[in-house]
């Protein structure tokens, strides 16, 4: 009999047998890049997404390799995938899991529902527990329109239960940020380890442009992310604002512009690496989970002014990297930026605060993670035969 010390070295990660559950594949954005590292920790590792949209599935070699549920199958759900969550995550708890030793779910939804087999370990990647169920529900409910309004306030409560019975199969979770882990813990009662998503400088082969006088706003255009105050305090202050991004707050936004705001729309990874490497400042008055765009600001030698509360108050210093303000008010947004443009940031700081999120970390800490939680397994199944 082996007792529970012998099995405390790392566990070996070669040779195991594994899945990654993935919610769907509609767009290349922060949780893909987090599935792509993923796949250079394990290159053999299968790859299910609830459902792939067809704009992505010859995007690269990873979303060419994803298979899908069979909620693919179902007319529209590969382009209204949201219509059909209680159904993605029966999907996902139907699939034959059997031969896998290890399951990572990369979720924001319910890939989490996923199930293991007896001697697996099931491991969970936690971008958040949906925001429309629980932190921002009342926000998202306000928001919505028409049919999608009556879903959300029919559907919460089931939904809900879904989410928390979901999260008992899961037997370690890893969170995208402190703030996080604080709201697995809220919602589900779990605790969750903290591996920061991978962010990089956008890739630009171009000359260096020296900065201008502009600050700038990149991101979808929706009404949490507080644009609006942006807006409203680059007017008041008379300082060019480049809002680049789209969405469906746009033409509320345009109407609330002046002469001092240019809307440029969704721009290439090229043209966002030229305006984060000329702005002034990146402003940012959302309260996110982590919030890549203010780290990616960083990597490209931008100070950013950002809402102290979230995710920023985590990958930001006061004074270092960032102008905090405290509250989402014009007023509050415009004295940030009359700060950070007062006054000289230096780049070389900044970037390096970048680079405490770079990939090679992530992969190093996920790593870290995901031997902690096979080992945990195994001390409690050496316990059950002891």
Request: hydrophobic letters at 45%; proline letters at 5%.
């Amino acid at each position: 009999m082996m007792c529970v010390d012998e099995q405390r070295s790392a566990p070996d990660l070669r040779g195991l047998r594994v899945l990654i559950a993935h919610d769907w594949l509609v767009a290349w954005a922060g949780s893909e890049r987090c599935v792509d590292e993923m796949l250079r920790i394990f290159p053999d590792a299968d790859l299910v997404a609830g459902v792939v949209a067809p704009s992505m599935r010859q995007f690269n070699a990873m979303t060419r390799r994803a298979e899908e549920t069979w909620l693919a199958r179902l007319p529209g759900a590969r382009t209204h995938h949201r219509w059909f969550l209680p159904l993605e995550g029966l999907a996902f708890a139907s699939l034959d899991t059997r031969k896998y030793d290890l399951i990572i779910s990369s979720s924001h939804a319910f890939s989490k529902m996923v199930r293991r087999g007896p001697h697996a370990v099931h491991v969970c990647y936690c971008y958040s527990p949906p925001r429309y169920l629980w932190d921002l529900s009342a926000t998202y409910r306000r928001d919505a329109r028409g049919i999608q309004r009556l879903a959300l306030v029919g559907a919460l409560g089931g939904l809900r239960r879904m989410d928390r019975w979901s999260a008992r199969g899961v037997d370690h979770f890893i969170s995208i940020s402190r703030y996080i882990a604080d709201r697995v813990q809220r919602c589900y009662g779990r605790r969750a380890d903290v591996v920061y998503p991978p962010v990089t400088a956008k890739p630009w082969s171009g000359p260096m442009y020296p900065r201008e006088n502009f600050i700038l706003s990149l991101g979808r255009l929706v009404p949490y992310k507080r644009v609006d105050l942006i807006v409203q305090a680059a007017e008041r202050l008379g300082v060019r604002l480049v809002v680049a991004g789209d969405g469906p707050d746009r033409s509320r936004l345009e109407a609330l512009a002046g002469p001092h705001t240019e809307f440029v729309g969704a721009v290439s990874e090229e043209a966002a690496a030229k305006l984060f490497s000329t702005c002034a400042a990146f402003v940012f008055c959302a309260e996110e989970d982590f919030g890549i765009a203010p780290v990616e600001a960083n990597a490209h030698g931008a100070p950013v002014v950002g809402f102290g509360r979230g995710g920023l108050l985590e990958t930001m210093r006061q004074d270092v990297t960032a102008e905090f303000f405290y509250e989402q008010t014009v007023d509050a947004v415009a004295d940030a930026i009359e700060r950070t443009l007062s006054r000289s940031w230096q780049g070389a700081e900044l970037r390096a605060n970048a680079e405490r999120f770079s990939p090679v970390a992530f992969r190093r800490d996920f790593i870290r993670s995901i031997e902690m939680a096979l080992g945990t397994q195994a001390q409690h199944e050496a316990v059950a035969l002891a």
